[in-house]
């Protein structure tokens, strides 16, 4: 198939369970670009649930030719924060040879181990086509990623406490694993009280300690809860680069751990915090 018939193929089986937005989809343009664009759309919006074979066939070959396209970063490539801070006061608090600072797209990174700023329903963003985190890493995974968190949400039987974490295979994304973790959600205006802090910090902790039991090697967090979720970045990042240093030193395992960042602003932040000139 060429990359249009493939999609055009994908969207038709979408639109066969979901009816109610053919009227929609047939204001897509006969191109790639469109026709993409309503692929990921209908992805987002379509509820877990058991699909054809076919459609997962032709998917998995689709994400994973794109993931081919966008480039993907080994972990083992990228410099460490002791790296890049040859010659600069980095703090001997911080295990600066176990961590990574990198700016980019996360669905591009070869960990063991992504983390996912969820929410507590923990299936996705169902938003078309939104641009946050919890939307990217569904949509590169594939629809087999809102269908596993689906089941593990039956099984539990409520939603997920903020400062939990859950781990799924990451099925079309080049990590092994992805992590989801509910951060707090701060009011529009409003400063993080205690409670709101130590939940944002055990988010941290409950992905390295879920990490630690599987046996990953590498772990790549996002900026929780500083997107959607309002918590300040300068505070959201003091409480990151602490707490992961803690359990770091403490454990004193091999993992690696990878901040990830998106924004030109939490780079920033992210370069003072952890001394990197």
């Known amino acids: ?47 877990a649930g058991e699909i054809s074979q076919d459609f997962l066939s032709e998917q998995d070959i689709l994400l994973q030719e794109e993931a081919a396209e966008k480039g993907i970063v080994p972990i083992s490539d990228l410099p460490t924060v ?4 040859s010659g600069s006061s980095t703090s001997h608090e911080i295990p600066a040879n176990k961590m990574i600072l990198w700016q980019g797209d996360i ?3 070869a960990a063991d181990g992504i983390v996912n700023a969820a929410n507590s329903a923990l299936l996705g963003c169902f938003v078309p ?11 590169a995974a594939g629809v087999q990623l809102r269908n596993a968190c689906d089941r593990l949400m039956k099984e539990q039987g409520h939603e997920e406490p903020t400062g939990k974490a859950k781990i799924t295979p990451a099925f079309n994304l080049p990590s092994r694993y992805v992590l989801h973790t ?18 944002l910090s055990d988010c941290y902790r409950s992905c390295l300690e879920l990490a630690a039991r599987h046996q990953l090697q590498s772990l790549v967090f996002c900026c929780i ?3 959607e979720f309002h918590f300040p970045r300068e505070q959201a990042a003091h409480i990151a680069v602490k707490t ?9 395992n091999a993992m690696t ?3 990830n960042v998106f924004k030109d602003e939490d780079m920033k932040v992210y370069r003072k915090m952890l001394e990197i000139k």
Request: some cysteine; hydrophobic content about 40%; proline content about 5%.
């Open 129 to 139: 086509c939104h641009a946050c985190i919890d939307n990217a890493i569904h949509s």
């Open 257 to 259: 751990v990878v901040f």
């Open 225 to 227: 809860s500083t997107g």
């Open 182 to 199: 509910v951060g707090p959600i701060i009011a529009a205006g409003k400063s993080p009280t205690a409670k709101e802090t130590e939940l």
């Open 1 to 47: 198939m060429t990359r249009l018939e493939r999609l055009l193929f994908l969207n038709k089986i979408l639109l066969n369970e979901m009816p109610r937005y053919r009227e929609e989809a047939d204001a897509f343009p006969k191109t790639v670009h469109a026709q993409r664009r309503l692929l990921r759309s209908l992805m987002n919006v379509r509820p």
């Open 244 to 252: 992961v240093s803690d359990w770091l030193t403490y454990h004193d």
């Open 82 to 85: 002791a790296d890049e801070s």
């Open 107 to 109: 669905t591009r990174l």
